[in-house]
């Protein structure tokens, strides 16, 4: 694909907040539109600087030889998200939430109408920097992976046993800060087990790449 | 207040979006009763882990000799915060919202319904783990402090230009890591200027004690 005209688009949305019961249905719908297309989605969740982006250029690095790629990225008001991850020559969606915390279903609808899906294999959605209000709103991915990473403090998943029990993969990041920043890797996985004793735990640094392989297998790529 | 029986109270409360405009109302209200008692009221917003608690655990201590506290603990569902809080011999009141991604005007009142406000002078409230939705719903305090930490990555203003905006006071916390995590400060100040060229800007680092005196004596303490 490289030397292809890359798109990268952005769609301005005043969708403030969807009823759970609407979000559900066009989720649904979403679901069985990614099906048709022989989609993967991931839907990739977690704070503000948890280093969701830099997951997603990794990931992308990984596999780009062997798949094509759209990102969708969800943001109040930037375009940063998706200009870095478009620097990498993958097509992007940028959405712009205004005020609202979160991506829901219909936005993901509105924003790839006009987008050809026969040109993709994988979709990563990069959610709105929130560890609360995305955790309501499924999308119709395949797979949810909640990012945390090191440098939030020791306290984020027993804060969001919510978040972390409608995940489907939990990212640990940025493992190279740990010993700096005299954070206990331990303790958070077994703050992890504690919700959910079975949910599958990666410990990556997206900089390093450590643990990115791993990951990327798990995940069928 | 050594010595004396301390209280510490929860209220669970599932309100889970209040109106913006009956929200203004409910502020209105708490901020005619907080001054009705003399009340220096502080709302204090950022996302997880970076340091709002260990900000007011700092300014406890510096402040504690001379006002009379009570710290309001905004959290989904643990009371974390308001532990670690009251270890000093604090009074508090632990709010878990639930699912509910913010503190609002209401909840301050129901919770604050039972506490007697003349037995205090300064009120220390720690929003919600969130740097999108609090900005929406004020509380009726005197000033809105927001923490930024040098461990957020360095978009946090910039994708967060609404919050940055309704705010007071700009905490930019952690500074004693902005060294090993390789964060540029000055860019984040830039960032913080170009949103707003007058807020005032505190560089603190809660762990190590740097900056907080200067802090207290602008809130008045």
């Known amino acids: 694909m490289n030397g292809s005209q890359k798109e990268h688009r952005t769609v301005n949305l ?8 609407a979000n559900e249905e ?7 539109k990614f099906k048709e297309f022989g989609l993967t989605v991931i839907d990739i969740m977690g704070s503000v600087g948890t280093g969701k982006t830099q997951l997603i250029e990794a990931l992308c690095e990984r596999i780009r030889g062997k ?4 990102m969708v990225a969800g943001d109040l008001a930037t375009t940063i998200d998706a200009d870095r991850v478009g620097s990498h020559e993958i097509d992007t969606v940028q959405i712009n939430t205004g005020t609202a915390c979160h991506l829901d ?3 993901i609808r509105v924003a790839l ?6 040109k993709y294999d994988v979709v990563f959605i990069e959610n709105v920097g929130n560890l609360i209000c995305p955790a309501g709103y499924p999308l119709g991915a395949d797979k949810k992976i909640v990012v945390v990473s090191v440098t939030e403090g020791p306290y984020m998943v027993r804060k ?4 972390i029990k409608m995940a489907d993969i939990i990212v640990i990041n940025k493992i190279d800060l740990a010993e700096v920043l005299e954070f206990n890797i331990d303790a958070l ?3 992890i087990r504690e919700v959910d004793a079975d949910l599958p735990i990666f ?4 900089k390093t790449g450590l643990g990115i392989d791993k990951l990327s297998s798990a995940l069928g790529f």
């Open 14 to 21: 005043d969708i403030h907040k969807d009823l759970f019961g």
């Open 26 to 32: 066009a989720a649904a719908l979403n679901k069985k």
């Open 67 to 70: 798949h094509r790629i759209l």
């Open 105 to 107: 279903a219909r936005m």
């Open 113 to 118: 109408t006009d987008v050809d899906l026969s």
């Open 160 to 163: 969001h046993p919510l978040t």
């Open 189 to 191: 996985v077994r703050d």
């Open 203 to 206: 410990q990556v640094s997206s």
